[in-house]
């Protein structure tokens, strides 16, 4: 049979591993049964420096060692670099955003630089997109599989999927969670991802009829899945490997408890496709969706309660005694005047009065013992 052409977005994030993109990319050149133009490739490096904090995240040699790695490859494909450090989040938001709203494409394939992928790979997302990605509640589809699984390689089936590598998404899907996520999209476009407020993230659930004590953007459009009623499933057999030992989620020493060096990957396309009757796809919708509201109903308001007692929410209006409070701290004394109360107190939120106090002349000249 001959080799299909890949005519569907592949993006790439990227950020300061360039081995890990390396390996990466090798794996994408040495796919089988595709035949992938360099033009359907999209690099999507994030930036160095916050302008929010003016904190810099990453060295700007190694993302320049990434972005050059990517044309190396890929010479014909197309890099789009942000000027500053957006964070995953927002940098995954402007990948998505490019691919369906730019490029306007049905379904999409989207990799972090810390997948590295079995021969196989692409063929079978190509497989599934033409079986699965039919059915109008589908919404994520991948096949990295779960490596701890027992599972026949040629005859792999469709279980739910965990974690967003390496995946297929649907247009129609992506465009139904925007309205969903903007809230949570909000908060991660004004402070840096590393710093995010976590306990201000978890309170939006409150709206919700789902909910998680997770913060991340992954677990974000994992409840906005299972709210609006959208399938993510993945194959039990591994088509792929999970590489990144060192990264924003993982630490070697989870890495190896977790056994993803030794996960055996899967190089031969199977003897028979993952079948994706109905009432399969419908199954995981139920089952994912009862677990998120089960959680929003039994369990979310007592650990939301406890979460309080240990974080706070930087961006809510400031109480009379927290604005006493920053201003001792910082300042060594209250306010002078009623007026200042007047203009701070349930108006302004705690974030913004701290970096206003802090920024002041004053502030600076007490905390001259800290350098």
């Given at each position: 049979?001959?080799?299909?052409?890949?005519?569907?977005?592949?993006?790439?994030?990227?950020?300061?591993?360039?081995?890990?993109?390396?390996?990466?990319?090798?794996?994408?050149?040495?796919?089988?049964?595709?035949?992938?133009?360099?033009?359907?490739?999209?690099?999507?490096?994030?930036?160095?420096?916050?302008?929010?904090?003016?904190?810099?995240?990453?060295?700007?040699?190694?993302?320049?060692?990434?972005?050059?790695?990517?044309?190396?490859?890929?010479?014909?494909?197309?890099?789009?670099?942000?000027?500053?450090?957006?964070?995953?989040?927002?940098?995954?938001?402007?990948?998505?955003?490019?691919?369906?709203?730019?490029?306007?494409?049905?379904?999409?394939?989207?990799?972090?630089?810390?997948?590295?992928?079995?021969?196989?790979?692409?063929?079978?997302?190509?497989?599934?997109?033409?079986?699965?990605?039919?059915?109008?509640?589908?919404g994520y589809f991948a096949a990295y599989g779960d490596h701890r699984r027992?599972?026949?390689?040629?005859?792999?089936?469709?279980?739910?999927?965990?974690?967003?590598?390496?995946?297929?998404?649907?247009?129609?899907?992506?465009?139904?969670?925007?309205?969903?996520?903007?809230?949570?999209?909000?908060?991660?476009?004004?402070?840096?991802?590393?710093?995010?407020?976590?306990?201000?993230?978890?309170?939006?659930?409150?709206?919700?009829?789902?909910?998680?004590?997770?913060?991340?953007?992954?677990?974000?459009?994992?409840?906005?899945?299972?709210?609006?009623?959208?399938?993510r499933v993945n194959t039990d057999v591994a088509f792929a490997r999970y590489?990144?030992?060192?990264?924003?989620?993982?630490?070697?020493?989870?890495?190896?408890?977790?056994?993803?060096?030794?996960?055996?990957?899967?190089?031969?396309?199977?003897?028979?496709?993952?079948?994706?009757?109905?009432?399969?796809?419908?199954?995981?919708?139920?089952?994912?969706?009862?677990?998120?509201?089960?959680?929003?109903?039994?369990?979310?308001?007592?650990?939301?309660?406890?979460?309080?007692?240990?974080?706070?929410?930087?961006?809510?209006?400031?109480?009379?005694?927290?604005?006493?409070?920053?201003?001792?701290?910082?300042?060594?004394?209250?306010?002078?005047?009623?007026?200042?109360?007047?203009?701070?107190?349930?108006?302004?939120?705690?974030?913004?009065?701290?970096?206003?106090?802090?920024?002041?002349?004053?502030?600076?000249?007490?905390?001259?013992?800290?350098?």
């Amino acid at each position: 049979m001959a080799a299909r052409e890949v005519t569907r977005p592949v993006i790439l994030f990227a950020f300061t591993r360039p081995d890990y993109l390396r390996r990466l990319c090798l794996s994408l050149k040495a796919q089988q049964g595709v035949v992938l133009p360099d033009a359907q490739l999209h690099l999507l490096q994030d930036g160095a420096r916050s302008r929010r904090s003016g904190l810099t995240y990453g060295d700007p040699a190694r993302i320049a060692e990434s972005i050059a790695v990517f044309r190396e490859h890929f010479p014909g494909g197309h890099v789009h670099a942000a000027p500053e450090n957006l964070g995953i989040a927002m940098n995954l938001l402007r990948g998505e955003t490019l691919a369906f709203r730019t490029l306007r494409a049905d379904i999409a394939y989207f990799f972090e630089e810390d997948l590295e992928l079995g021969p196989c790979y692409l063929a079978m997302l190509e497989a599934l997109s033409r079986g699965v990605g039919r059915h109008p509640r589908l919404g994520y589809f991948a096949a990295y599989g779960d490596h701890r699984r027992e599972s026949d390689p040629q005859a792999p089936q469709l279980v739910p999927l965990e974690h967003h590598w390496g995946f297929g998404l649907t247009r129609r899907c992506w465009l139904a969670m925007q309205p969903w996520l903007q809230p949570f999209h909000k908060v991660y476009a004004e402070v840096d991802y590393q710093a995010r407020p976590h306990l201000r993230i978890v309170e939006l659930y409150g709206e919700k009829g789902v909910s998680s004590m997770a913060s991340s953007q992954d677990v974000a459009k994992t409840m906005a899945c299972a709210e609006l009623g959208f399938a993510r499933v993945n194959t039990d057999v591994a088509f792929a490997r999970y590489i990144g030992a060192q990264g924003e989620s993982f630490r070697p020493d989870r890495f190896a408890a977790h056994g993803f060096a030794a996960a055996e990957v899967a190089t031969t396309m199977p003897a028979r496709l993952p079948e994706a009757p109905t009432e399969l796809i419908e199954r995981i919708i139920a089952e994912k969706r009862d677990a998120c509201a089960a959680h929003r109903r039994d369990a979310y308001d007592a650990e939301l309660a406890e979460m309080r007692r240990h974080m706070f929410n930087p961006d809510r209006p400031a109480t009379r005694e927290e604005v006493e409070w920053l201003w001792r701290l910082v300042m060594d004394r209250l306010p002078g005047n009623e007026e200042y109360y007047a203009k701070n107190v349930g108006i302004r939120t705690l974030r913004q009065i701290r970096r206003s106090l802090l920024r002041s002349r004053e502030a600076q000249g007490k905390g001259f013992f800290l350098d």
